[in-house]
Every structure is written in structure tokens, then in C-alpha cells.
């Protein structure tokens, strides 16, 4: 029988066979290798720069309208970062589950795997989720225009906080890539994980803005902050002639239809320094005249909200 510091010396070994044998594969040109991601506490060493306190998560769901639909499924793990998207600690998760006011839907049991007895009794504990938000400078989720509406039913810190979106604030498509979902992202930088649960899909997210992009050369991360930081515009095409509907979908204008308070209108996101493109867009060639226009300021405490 092998001691465990002759287990441990063993296992040590495999790993540098395994690396070499890796380093020789990719090295051909002829392989690429993905390396299944494991969770650590540190991705840099502090160094004394100013740190912040991140916070990103992910919710499953018994469906998409956070109206009618629940939360099911809960994780959140804090991370430091710096100004310039360099990330440093990386902190244990909170992941919990959430029983339902009514059973889950058998299509979301598929899609998640997640069952009524997986969350029979869990509810999540609003105070410790209020005190994790509350003590973070950003929160972040790989899609949070879903994550968001739904956080902020849970709970006021949700609505307070600043967001950002790590599948819509990184311009993947620039950096090479042809998707935006998780596990493509992870697959293309590298590595592969087990996305069963809401926080592996946290620890995956996190390593994967640590990563520098192949054609800006920056840190996910870096680039997430810069997005984020700026505000938008966004453009309301009150009262548009019916006639023109079709070229304001064509640039891309959406419709408003809900009785939410917001105008029964086309409107149109647009980042800061567009704004007064779209704005003379509109005048010239929907209104012809210097008409008046609803505009909104979005930043990151209220963009990907209901409330913007």
C-alpha cells in the first residue's frame, strides 16, 4: 500500500506527464487541448492595487416572465477586481434552491435538471443574498436582461446595485468568436466545465473574463468595465408615421406594446456618442421637422431593468 505522500508524489507526477504531453500536442499545430476547469480561490496575486468587490450570478427558473414565473435555483460568488479588469480573489459561492408556488414545468426539469424534489423545503435566505449584494460595487450575469428582472423582484439590493452583462457588453463577435453562450466561450478559451449547477456556471463565467481576448489583446474583464461604465440612450419613435414602421425595424427600433408606463412606441438603444446620429435620423427622415424626442439615460443601475 502506498503512503499518501507517495500517493500525492504520484499524482504529481501524472499531472507533469499530462502537461507535457498536452504542450507537445498543441504545439503541432494539429490539436487543440481543453482543460477542464478547476476552481481557485486567486487568479492574481494582490499587489496592492485598489480593489473592488464583484459579484456575479446566475438564476435558474420556472420559466421567462419574471411576472408569473419563480426563481428555482440561486448562486453567487464574489470576486475582487481592479480598474483595469485584472481579477484577484475569488470567494465561495452562495447557491441555493427555491421552492416554487407551483410544480416545475416538465420542459424547464429538462432544460435545467432541476426537479420539485431537488427543491422541496429550500428557500433562499434574503438577508444573506441582500448582505452580498449590498457589499458589491457590480453585479454581473451572462445574460442580465433575464437575471436582473428577476433578481429585482426578489429583493430592493438587486435594484439598487450597478449590472452589467457578460454575454451582451463584450463585443465577442470582434474578438473572433461566433457565439455568446456560456459553454461556447469556455470551450473557445480553453477549457470545459460541469454546468449543472447555477455556480459552476458562476466559477466559468468569472474565469472567463479573466481571460485576454485574441484581437484586442485586453482582459474580458477590462472591456466588460469599459462597456458598462459608459451610458446609453434610449430613443423613442413616439407617434411615427405607420408608413415608416418598416424602416425603423430595419435599424433595428423595437415596439413597446405593454401598459407599463413606458410609451406605446418604437424605440432604440444607442451608445453615447450615436446619440445625436439617431436623434437627427429621426428628424430628418421619420418626422421631417426639428420634433421633440423622448430620450432616457441608461447606466448601469438601471440598464437591463423594467425600470428603464
Not at 33 to 50: E, M, T
Not at 55 to 80: H, S
Request: glycine share 6%; aromatic share 10%; proline share 3%.
Amino acid at each position: 500500500m502506498m503512503l499518501p505522500d507517495q500517493l500525492e508524489k504520484r499524482r504529481d507526477t501524472n499531472q507533469d506527464e499530462l502537461e507535457r504531453m498536452a504542450t507537445i500536442l498543441v504545439s503541432s499545430g494539429d490539436y487543440r487541448i481543453q482543460k477542464k476547469l478547476l476552481r481557485r480561490s486567486f487568479v492574481n496575486a494582490g499587489d496592492g492595487s485598489a480593489t473592488r468587490q464583484a459579484l456575479f450570478i446566475d438564476l435558474e427558473t420556472t420559466g421567462l416572465d419574471p411576472a408569473t414565473d419563480e426563481i428555482i435555483e440561486m448562486a453567487m460568488v464574489p470576486f475582487r477586481y481592479a480598474s483595469d479588469g485584472r481579477i484577484f480573489e475569488i470567494g465561495d459561492a452562495y447557491q441555493t434552491f427555491n421552492e416554487p408556488r407551483s410544480s416545475i414545468p416538465t420542459t424547464i426539469t429538462r432544460l435545467t435538471g432541476i426537479t420539485d424534489e431537488m427543491v422541496a423545503g429550500h428557500k433562499i435566505d434574503l438577508a444573506r443574498a441582500d448582505a452580498m449584494t449590498r457589499s458589491a460595487s457590480l453585479i454581473i450575469a451572462h445574460n442580465s436582461n433575464f437575471d436582473r428582472r428577476f433578481a429585482e423582484k426578489l429583493s430592493s439590493a438587486f435594484a439598487d446595485a450597478a449590472w452589467a452583462c457578460s454575454m451582451t457588453q463584450i463585443d465577442w463577435a470582434a474578438e473572433g468568436h461566433e457565439g455568446t453562450k456560456l459553454a461556447y466561450l469556455a470551450t473557445r478559451h480553453g477549457f470545459f466545465y460541469d454546468g449543472h449547477r447555477a455556480e459552476d456556471d458562476c466559477y466559468a463565467a468569472i474565469e472567463l473574463l479573466a481571460k485576454h481576448q485574441p484581437v484586442s489583446g485586453k482582459l474580458a474583464m477590462e472591456l466588460l468595465l469599459q462597456k458598462a461604465r459608459k451610458p446609453s440612450w434610449r430613443i423613442w419613435a413616439e407617434n411615427a408615421p405607420y408608413d415608416l414602421k418598416d424602416l425603423l425595424k430595419k435599424r433595428g427600433y423595437r415596439w413597446n406594446g405593454d401598459g407599463d408606463g413606458r410609451p406605446r412606441a418604437w424605440y432604440f438603444d444607442v451608445e453615447d456618442e450615436m446619440r445625436e446620429v439617431e436623434i437627427n435620423f429621426l428628424r430628418k427622415e421619420i418626422y421631417l421637422r426639428e420634433a421633440e424626442l423622448f430620450v432616457q439615460k441608461i447606466t448601469a443601475y438601471n440598464r437591463f431593468s423594467d425600470r428603464a
